[in-house]
């Protein structure tokens, strides 16, 4: 019971760290005069993408009634039961982290290509160079 609480507290906090990591790298880039549109674009992004998947999947694997069942074949046979509440706990914060991962590396590519759009010249070319060496091989 413990450990999954603790699953479900190491997967939110993973998955928060990599929504901070995009928040602050839009904070960082954006410069002063369009900091506040690009919070309000981050804010409203952020509601969209990220809490609003996440709380659909809460909801969804919830289980509601038995015409309604959870996603998760485990979570329905321990539906009634003490193990529930933990193991719904573990993959409510899994969901998070997998749900937080595919946002962050939207945000974080969104944020990459807004930024070099509207470069010209050498610093454009520079600025693609850059992100051709930072993709894995």
Not at 71 to 95: D, H, I
Not at 127 to 132: A, D, E
Request: proline content about 5%.
């Amino acid at each position: 019971m413990i450990l999954s609480f603790g699953t479900f507290t190491l997967l939110f906090l993973i998955g928060l760290g990599l929504a901070t990591l995009a928040w602050v790298s839009d904070c960082r880039l954006a410069g002063e005069v369009e900091r506040p549109e690009s919070l309000r674009w981050l804010r409203r992004w952020s509601i969209q993408g990220l809490l609003t998947p996440w709380l659909l999947w809460a909801l969804m694997n919830f289980g509601f009634s038995f015409e309604l069942q959870s996603f998760m074949p485990r979570l329905q046979k321990t539906q009634g039961t003490p193990l529930w509440l933990p193991l719904y706990a573990s993959y409510v914060g899994a969901g998070f982290c997998v749900i937080s991962s595919y946002w962050t590396a939207m945000t974080l590519g969104w944020i990459a290509w807004r930024e070099g759009h509207d470069l010209t010249g050498e610093l454009r070319s520079n600025y693609r160079s850059l992100c051709w060496t930072s993709l894995p091989p």
